[in-house]
């Protein structure tokens, strides 16, 4: 797959295109969708694959202060897209360009410009150009000489309960804010996870013979519900299983930035500058304000175990 960080570096000469356009913020199943449509239809028509995306929301664009609320990062959004067979991928920032071309120009200027597009592929909800006027009847009415836009349907959720609940990256979101991390697969097909460097706290978790990797991140990342979590580590290649804190430690410290914290079952190393990715299994429990380091001591032994027949 070739990465571009804008569009006139794509180079479309002795090539025609297919293309979809959309934010893909953590590929779930309705983007997996969306993007094996793309690839069946470059194959069929033999194009090249082409999705355009974003590096920024739209949403911080728009909102003052708001800053982007991702799952998960843009190297991430790279590494899923690649694995589903496209050919060519940009990212390129939500800007003022982006914002304010017209549907007509971003189909003139962009699609049949620059990317030499011949089919246009894009989800049930996915519009473009100014005031979202770009949509599937759009490019069907007024281009349908030079380019044949499909729609694609909604992906939805598989399970009793929720049936008519269509899947996106809000509802993912939803989940994890309620800790249901053992659901998240149902949405996207792979867990959530956290990655980050492992740095040095207070030094009391080896003191109370819990030693935590503490890994921290932007506050604009998205995390899930504060809790305690079982969890899988992966660090250098090797996974580990282990349980996590996520929380603001109110028995020992009570501090203002949350803290992500994991104790490795049968590890005994020193990690500090080391890279972990840590995979939310399953959440345990809330995180609670103890009476003595004792209380939580002994609390800590329970989801020790509690969380190796989880992770079992
Ligand atoms: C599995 C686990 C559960 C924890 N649960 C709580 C909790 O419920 N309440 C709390 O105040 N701290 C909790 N902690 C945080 C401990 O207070 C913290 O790990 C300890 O103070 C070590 O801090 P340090 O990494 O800065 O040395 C938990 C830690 C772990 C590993
Ligand atoms: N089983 C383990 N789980 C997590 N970290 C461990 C473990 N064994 C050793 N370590 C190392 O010890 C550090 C955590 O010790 P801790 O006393 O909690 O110090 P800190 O407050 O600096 O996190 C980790 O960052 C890691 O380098």
């Given amino acids: 797959m070739k990465l571009y ?13 297919a293309v979809t356009v959309g934010m893909f913020d953590s590929v779930h199943f309705g983007h997996q969708k969306v993007l094996k449509e ?12 082409v999705v355009i995306s974003f590096s920024n929301s739209t949403l911080s664009y728009f909102k003052q202060n708001v800053f982007d609320d991702f799952l998960f990062s843009i190297e991430d959004k790279i590494q899923q897209i690649e694995k589903l067979g496209i050919d060519h991928l940009i990212i390129i920032p939500f800007d003022d360009y982006v914002a304010t071309i017209d549907a007509k120009h971003f189909v003139e200027d962009i699609l049949i410009t620059i990317l030499n597009a011949k089919q246009l592929v894009l989800g049930y909800d996915n519009r473009f150009g100014k005031g979202r006027e ?6 069907n009415k007024n281009f349908s000489t030079k380019i044949k836009a499909h729609s694609v349907e909604a992906e939805y959720l598989n399970y009793s309960n929720h ?11 939803h989940y994890l804010t309620l800790g249901w991390v053992d659901k998240i697969d149902q949405l996207l ?36 519900s504060i809790g305690v979590y079982a969890t899988k580590v992966f660090l250098n290649g090797q996974i580990f299983k282990g ?11 009570n501090s203002k930035t949350l803290t992500i914290e994991t104790y490795l079952f049968d590890f005994s190393e020193e990690i500090y500058g080391e890279e972990i990715e840590i995979e939310f299994v399953k959440k345990l429990r809330m995180e609670m304000k103890f009476n003595s380091i004792e209380e939580l001591k002994i609390q800590i032994n329970k989801d020790c175990e509690q969380a190796k027949k989880v992770l079992a």
């Avoid at 960080?5 to 295109?17: A, C, P, Y």
């Avoid at 049936?163 to 809000?170: G, V, Y």
């Fill in 243 to 253: 349980v996590t804190n996520l929380g603001f430690r109110p028995t020992v410290d």
């Fill in 38 to 49: 793309l690839t069946n239809i470059s194959k069929l028509n033999k194009l090249e694959s």
């Fill in 134 to 139: 770009g949509s599937v009847d759009f490019v």
């Fill in 163 to 173: 049936s008519n609940e269509i899947i996106s990256s809000s509802l993912a979101k």
């Fill in 189 to 224: 097909g792979r867990p959530f996870y956290l990655k980050g460097i492992v740095q040095s706290g207070k030094k009391l978790g080896r003191q109370i013979g819990f030693p935590t990797a503490n890994i921290f991140l932007s506050p604009q990342q998205f995390v899930p």
């Fill in 5 to 17: 960080r804008n569009l006139n570096s794509f180079d479309s000469k002795g090539i025609q295109t």
